[in-house]
């Protein structure tokens, strides 16, 4: 038996942060994560680090370039012989990214003096934690507070059944090591346009099924119009609407019948097939007998806007509760538990919580849609810059999309920003923080912004909102 102040089960973007800095705040602190790469090898950093966010940025810059090269660099005077991609070093490299960054995790969590072990974490009653080592060993350990961080994993489609090399979840479609000259993705959220987006660059013809009848529903309908224009310019062939009936591997090739609500029944064959419709909670054998803590019928576990499950200092945060499935919103959870359970002073703005798409043009939003603000009745006006009025952007051969500023007409309040274009992911921060800070439009005319620079149409957006903007003609 080993007693702690503080156990966090996950070691992902929710749960290292969470125990850094209950490690920052001087108490005794273990943080158990369970992650297992193909080859066995244990990990910390989740999918996150692991599957997710850091290998899936590394194919996409890699594949951006291979584009670039040979689609942009003859406008620049670049004169190049045939461009070809070697994929086992792009995946080298990938690994090597991935490799360097989850093993820094391990020294981070001991620099702050946390105790870090590898293997499956069980809350039982009474705030003890079961922790079965991956050589089968088994130990228990107690604490004064324990935060749930297990994370979430790729939901399954019973259509579809994963075979691990023809078709395969996001993870796999990340471990290509050839690039497949058919490729069927379905899900044309988040997951699937950026992967999508890597092979279609590499090569492949890509071919996306979205079982919604809209294009990114959960972004500004300016923006998701926008992109849908961009994304099937580059070739990625998106349909709208249809349900995936079966798919079967045959003599190699994938065989997959759908509906798109016109017809019964339709076919495509592909080389390969993604399947990432979505993320659901990994919260299964997380919960011993007798523990209190509740898990909905989504698999979720309930807590309050403190991220506390209701059971005496047991918390949950990140993919595992209720909100966006983000690594920046859980590791800000688990950071703002941390200082709770150490008595300090935390807060999480859900309002101010960013969203971004890394596909070319990148696509980021904070706050509300256009939508979502006319649904409110609240009185509005919006801004619009379209970034071929930036010289920047133009140097760049960067004009595609526009930033989009949405403010309240009474007291000029920033509702919400959407910009898509060249890093629009960066280019958030700035609206981020001034949200934050509930800053009105007038306050972003009058910042200055360095010329010549991208950030520039989020001032001439703020600017267009009230029709004083100066490089473009006001409507």
């Known amino acids: 038996m080993s007693d702690y102040d503080v156990i966090v089960i996950g070691g992902g973007p929710a749960g290292y942060p969470a125990a850094i800095r209950a490690g920052q705040n001087r108490l005794k602190v273990v943080c158990i994560d369970e992650w297992r790469n193909y080859d066995g090898s244990a990990t910390f950093g989740g999918t996150c680090l692991n599957a997710g966010c850091i290998p899936s940025k590394a194919l996409l810059e890699s594949s951006e370039l291979f584009h670039r090269a040979q689609a942009e660099f003859s406008v620049h005077g670049i004169k190049t012989g045939p461009v070809a991609m070697d994929v086992a070093a792009m995946q080298r490299r990938k690994a090597g990214i991935v490799r360097n960054m989850t093993g820094s995790i391990v020294q981070l969590l001991k620099a702050a003096g946390v105790t870090a072990v590898q293997g499956h974490g069980k809350l039982l009653a009474g705030r003890k934690v079961e922790f079965t ?14 935060v749930l961080a297990s994370g979430s994993q790729p939901m399954p489609l019973k259509t579809a059944a994963l075979d691990g090399t023809h078709i395969v979840d996001s993870w ?13 993705v379905i899900g044309a959220g988040v997951i699937g346009l950026e992967l999508g987006s890597v092979w279609r660059r590499l090569g492949a013809d890509v071919v996306v ?81 007798g523990t209190g803590v509740v898990i909905d019928d989504r698999g979720l576990i309930k807590v309050n806007d403190h991220c506390h499950t209701g059971v005496e200092n047991v918390w949950a945060v990140g993919d595992c509760v209720r909100g966006p499935m983000l690594a920046h919103k859980g590791k800000e959870e688990g950071i703002a538990v941390a200082d709770r359970i150490a008595g300090l002073y935390a807060h999480v703005n859900y309002e ?61 309040q920033i509702l919400g920003v959407h910009i898509i274009g060249s890093m629009a992911g960066e280019l958030i921060a700035e609206a981020v923080l001034a949200m934050e800070y509930s800053a009105s439009a007038e306050d972003l005319q009058r910042t200055i912004h360095a010329h010549p620079t991208l950030s520039e149409a989020l001032h001439e957006a703020a600017l267009a909102a009230d029709k004083r903007a100066i490089d473009m003609p006001n409507r």
């Open 209 to 289: 099924l979205e079982a919604m009848p809209t294009f990114l529903p959960i972004a500004d309908q300016q923006l998701a119009k926008e992109a849908m224009k961009h994304f099937r310019r580059q070739g990625l062939d998106i349909r709208l609407g249809t349900k995936v009936l079966g798919a079967t591997v045959t003599q190699g090739e994938v065989w997959v019948n759908y509906s798109d609500g016109t017809v019964a029944s339709q076919s495509l064959t592909v080389d390969k097939l993604v399947v990432c419709i979505g993320r659901r909670p990994h919260t299964a054998d997380l919960l011993g007998e």
């Open 133 to 146: 080592a991956h050589d089968g060993s088994v130990m228990t350990f107690s604490s004064k507070h324990v």
């Open 352 to 412: 101010t919580i960013p969203s971004v798409i890394y596909t070319a043009p990148e696509i980021a939003w904070v706050g509300q849609t256009e939508e979502q603000v006319k649904a409110s009745g609240r009185p509005y006006k919006v801004g619009c810059f379209p970034f071929i009025a930036s010289g920047r952007a133009r140097a760049m051969e960067s004009s595609q999309g526009f930033a989009k500023l949405l403010a309240a007409r009474d007291d000029d």
């Open 172 to 184: 796999g479609a990340l471990e290509f090591d050839a690039v497949p000259k058919r490729l069927g």
